[in-house]
């Protein structure tokens, strides 16, 4: 779920990642994100370092005329994207969050803290 609160956390553990590893780091929402950048990180070369979040919709919409909804649309595309960078030897790791989301941002904000150490 795209808000400001969520951004930032997410910027947060973004210039973490950076700040502790040296590395050159982006973020993005899908699905917007996965025709552009996530083309580039697909193919090329084999240098990235990949953490896929995903979560829960707050609220789901059915898709008209369909018995699926967007959030099921939206997840498997990202489950997608995430079986496409391992097909390809990619190091990527998916973290889904479920429920509370400011609670799951900030839980796994601190795994990676101790994992950083």
Do not use: W
Not at 28 to 49: C, E, I
């Amino acid at each position: 779920e795209r808000s400001s609160a969520h951004i930032d956390a997410v910027q947060r553990l973004r210039r973490m990642i950076r700040d502790r590893t040296k590395a050159a780091t982006c973020v993005g929402f899908g699905p917007r994100f996965q025709h552009s950048t996530g083309q580039a990180y697909k193919g090329g070369p084999n240098s990235g370092v990949f953490l896929q979040i995903t979560c829960d919709d707050a609220e789901d919409l059915p898709v008209p005329g369909q018995s699926y909804t967007f959030g099921i649309v939206k997840e498997a595309q990202a489950r997608g994207d995430f079986e496409v960078l391992a097909e390809r030897g990619r190091r990527a790791l998916r973290a889904h969050i479920s429920g509370d989301l400011d609670k799951g941002l900030e839980t796994l904000s601190r795994a990676v803290e101790q994992a950083l150490r």
